[in-house]
């Protein structure tokens, strides 16, 4: 017996479900709505979880007196879980009272109530449901995000009564300069349509804010609309939902609906530290070797969406890069005894004179930025601190991810979540062949590639990169760095340093218990 069993209803009314023309008794309780036929038990409960909103129609006879009540439903298959929601709607027809107008107020407590329940499941805290604050770039995506605003997250932000104001950028770092200056407390949250690139700038344009502290924490959701959207693959991963082989509208449409129903959920950022003391903020992955050449160098395939990147990953692979960096980091606690597979890679443990105790404040423009107050990182052009370790080899591959995919096909750290206050690095070092390679990136769907011998992986909670430059015919070609890259979006190849910042900002999730 479940709890609702035990509840009374908090409404309870007969309707004739318009398609069937059969009776139906409806009775709603916090969680649920049960329909009732003929039986004492219920036919068919519809969790709210499921539910996105309701409507009020009315029939189109002239002596229809009838109000409806339209419930809008996207159900998840119980028997194929991979498969997308399928959306259904409830036609329920009220006609207990003679006229439209007194079937009209009482549909309408219907629509209330369900209204004002499902809206206090996310915004717990108050009865003003603001709305949301939505950037579109209409050139993301092949130029699909603008449709898919229009065609796909419009009619279900509607269905679940929710308002909001839509802004498409217009140029590169247009919303990071909008949200510097909107005035934050006439929304309920920030909504992204696009890749992550530009979820990259209104994270960063927060950041720079001079509220910045209160500014942070305000809810940001992703919503597909580019080539690539690993943002919003995460949180279909971690929320239990299907997002591998769906069409982008498709999962487009179901990423609105789970935003409907999502709580803000703390959400770890990575502070960078460029050579020059300028300051980033990421919420996804640093890259650099392959990976990085392969996200830069398919740019030119941006009309091909997702399969750029395979297409990249194959040319380069035929054409492997080297290159020899000097890596340092602060293992996770579980990992301060880390010892690489591969017996060759040989550790080096610091001997600095550093004291943290004296923290960093970088200045920019003469203006303190104390969000750059780093609790783990010593100044960049000082050694790093005597509990750090370093690597010094010959890399192909060197990533570091804060979640779990960094593309529909990509599952690089099984491990993360959204806040698990740990950066989750995988490095190959020279050796691998081609065809090795070209075996690994076939199995990265499932994370099968953590299991390869060739692979390194270690858990930090900062680390510092210095590239030191091409190996070509055995020689270091310090005028060639490669390419870095954080959460796609291209930074200065020299050296770079990072720290997580634990549960720093809130995403939009439906996580399930």
């Known amino acids: 017996m479940t709890s609702a069993d035990l509840e009374s209803p908090l409404m309870s009314d007969h309707f004739i479900n ?90 309408s407590k219907w629509h209330s109530r369900l209204d004002r329940i499902l809206k206090q499941r996310l915004f717990p805290d108050t009865d003003n449901f603001k709305p949301f604050l939505v950037f579109v770039n209409p050139n993301s995506g092949s130029g699909k995000a603008k449709n898919i605003y229009f065609e796909r997250v419009c009619p279900i932000l509607s269905e679940a009564n929710m308002s909001d104001v839509l802004v498409f950028t217009q140029k590169q770092n247009f919303a990071r300069e909008y949200v510097k200056e909107a005035k934050l ?40 609309g580019g080539s690539a959207n690993a943002l919003s693959c995460c949180v279909a991963y971690l929320s239990k939902e299907t997002f591998k082989g769906l069409p982008i509208e498709s999962f487009a449409a179901q990423s609105c609906f789970n935003l409907t129903k999502s709580l803000a959920t703390p959400i770890d950022f990575v502070a960078y530290q460029l050579k020059n003391n300028r300051i980033i903020h990421s919420f996804l992955s640093f890259e650099w070797a392959i990976i990085a050449d392969v996200d830069l160098e398919s740019e030119k395939y941006r009309f091909m969406g997702g399969m750029r990147f395979a297409l990249g990953a194959a040319k380069r692979i035929l054409n492997l890069r080297v290159y020899r960096g000097r890596f340092s980091f602060l293992p996770a606690d579980d990992c301060k005894n880390y010892v690489p597979k591969d017996s060759s890679i040989k550790i080096n443990r610091q001997h600095s004179s550093i004291d943290l105790n004296d923290i960093q404040t970088i200045t920019d423009n003469d203006t303190e930025v104390k969000q750059a107050n780093f609790k783990y990182l010593a100044p960049i052009d000082q050694p790093v601190p005597n509990d ?126």
């Open 185 to 224: 407390d006439d929304f309920s949250a920030i909504l992204v349509i696009s890749g992550d690139g530009l979820m990259h700038e209104v994270i960063n344009g927060l950041m720079e804010r001079k509220d910045w502290q209160s500014a942070i924490k305000m809810p940001v959701g992703h919503i597909p």
């Open 18 to 107: 318009r398609k069937s023309k059969t009776q139906l008794k409806l009775e709603l309780y916090v969680n649920l709505i049960k329909f009732y036929s003929k039986n004492d038990m219920p036919d068919f409960i519809l969790s709210l979880n499921d539910l996105a909103g309701s409507s009020i129609g009315k029939g189109h006879k002239k002596d229809d007196n009838s109000s409806y009540l339209i419930l809008y439903a996207y159900i998840k298959n119980s028997k194929n879980p991979n498969l997308k929601r399928k959306r259904i709607t409830y036609d329920l027809e009220f006609s207990k009272f003679s006229t439209y107008e007194e079937n009209l107020v009482h549909v």
């Open 388 to 513: 750090w370790l370093t690597i010094e080899e010959d890399f192909v591959l060197f990533l570091v991810s804060y979640l779990p995919l960094i593309s529909p096909d990509f599952l690089a750290a099984p491990e993360a979540t959204f806040n698990d206050g740990h950066m989750h690095v995988i490095f190959i070092k020279q050796g691998i062949t081609k065809a090795e390679l070209l075996k690994l990136f076939t199995i990265t769907e499932n994370g099968g590639h953590l299991n390869s011998s060739v692979v390194e992986y270690v858990k930090v909670k900062a680390f510092r990169l210095e590239p030191l430059g091409l190996i070509s015919n055995g020689q270091v070609q310090v005028s060639n760095k490669g390419v870095m890259m954080v959460d796609g979006e291209s930074v200065p190849s020299d050296i770079i340093q990072a720290e997580i910042i634990p549960s720093l900002g809130n995403i939009l999730a439906n996580l399930k218990e």
